[in-house]
């Protein structure tokens, strides 16, 4: 069993900074891979990034390798996703899961969910 736990989000200005954490509990934590997700009013979740069981490979959706960066502290327990120059369309509620699934940008193959963090830019 494992809970996941987002925090880091807020109200930010357009061209800010955020640092969103998932906190997890569960010895068996690092044997997962850990995706971000992200999920606007009316509109699908959508993969943002996700980094393997030993945080030696990691995964984005094209677009946003620029601005988005993930990594990982198993000895924390934690996965981090560093978003820079902030945008008004990365307003979302952002997700972390966990899963065991080789697939890591199809969130309906994750195994465990946290309750998410809302991000709003203001422009």
């Known amino acids: 069993q494992v809970q996941l736990v987002e925090s880091g989000g807020g109200l930010v200005q357009a061209g800010g900074s955020l640092r969103l954490s998932c906190a997890a509990s569960?010895?068996?934590?690092?044997?997962?891979?850990v995706g971000w997700f992200r999920q606007a009013p009316g509109k699908e979740r959508e993969f943002v990034a996700a980094i393997s069981q030993s945080g030696t490979r990691t995964v984005y959706t094209d677009f946003m390798k620029v601005r988005f960066t993930i990594s990982r502290d198993n000895g924390e327990n934690t996965v981090y996703l560093q978003i820079n120059s902030l945008r008004p369309e990365d307003t979302a509620v952002y997700y972390c899961g966990a899963t065991s699934s080789g697939s890591w940008s199809t969130w309906t193959l994750y195994d465990y969910w946290g309750q998410g963090t809302q991000v709003t830019v203001s422009s």
């Open positions: 569960g010895r068996t934590f690092s044997s997962y891979a």
